[in-house]
């Protein structure tokens, strides 16, 4: 089965290129992916990687977790699954729905 990892404190040069590299020494790697900024395309400084085997991706960790690289100590652990994301969308309610209307 298949392990998602977290890696943290990337440097803001590194990219999904030099990731997959780092990750490939320890076995398979199914995708990596560098996290970055929409508006500027640099890096975030963190990112994702997948690999196929659950000992490979455990090797990854044992080996990467605290070590460093391009001047930077990175943080390499297991992904927490994505939590469902909350809409910020809200239909708009009618302005007669908004105040009950009193008779008098």
């Known amino acids: 089965m298949a392990k998602n990892l977290y890696v943290g404190n990337l ?8 990731l997959n590299e780092l990750f490939s020494q320890y076995g398979k790697v199914d995708s990596a992916r ?6 500027t395309g640099r890096s975030k400084g963190f990112g994702f990687v997948e690999m196929a085997n659950d000992d490979e991706a455990q090797a990854a960790i044992d080996a990467l977790n605290g070590k460093e690289h391009m001047g930077r100590v990175l943080t390499v652990n297991e992904a927490k699954p994505r939590e ?3 809409g910020g969308f809200r239909p708009r309610r009618d302005r007669e729905d908004r105040r009950p209307r009193t008779e008098e």
């Open 11 to 18: 440097s803001y040069s590194v990219n999904d290129e030099i």
């Open 34 to 39: 560098a996290i970055t900024d929409r508006e």
């Open 84 to 86: 469902p994301r909350q």
